[in-house]
């Protein structure tokens, strides 16, 4: 399973973006999908997960600094998960990557994560 994160880049406060993540070599719903950033001199940090898609649909995850201002959403036929994110500031400025786990949970409590994505850059100037 590879995954594929883009989307990030200069913006400033309050403006919005949407990063993508691509997965292929897999069924993408057998994943929930999940997104970390890591800021420069910080540890990795949750942002956002999603779980697999059932009959009623998916659950949401926001870590407390994102929460009410971000949006994580999947789209299995194109299996591809969005993270829209809104009133962007200056401490969002991080390295962005996407991971994928048969179990939400593991993503959640960031535990052995079987797959990474690569990071997508976002700046965010005041």
């Known amino acids: 399973v590879q995954l594929q994160a883009s989307g990030g880049g200069l913006v400033q406060a309050g403006d919005s973006l949407t990063l993508s993540c691509e997965v292929s070599?897999?069924?993408?719903?057998?994943?929930?999908v999940g997104w970390f950033r890591q800021a420069p001199g910080k540890e990795r940090e949750f942002v956002a997960a999603?779980?697999?898609?059932?009959?009623?649909?998916?659950?949401?995850y926001y870590a407390d600094s994102v929460k009410g201002r971000s949006t994580i959403t999947r789209d299995n036929a194109k299996a591809t998960a969005f993270l829209q994110m809104n009133s962007l500031k200056p401490e969002d400025t991080a390295v962005y990557y996407c991971?994928?786990?048969?179990?939400?949970?593991?993503?959640?409590?960031?535990?052995?994560?079987?797959?990474w994505g690569q990071g997508t850059k976002v700046t965010v100037s005041s």
């Open positions: 991971a994928a786990d048969r179990n939400i949970m593991t993503i959640l409590n960031q535990g052995q994560i079987n797959y």
């Open positions: 070599g897999g069924t993408f719903n057998n994943y929930a």
């Open positions: 999603i779980s697999r898609s059932n009959r009623v649909g998916s659950s949401s």
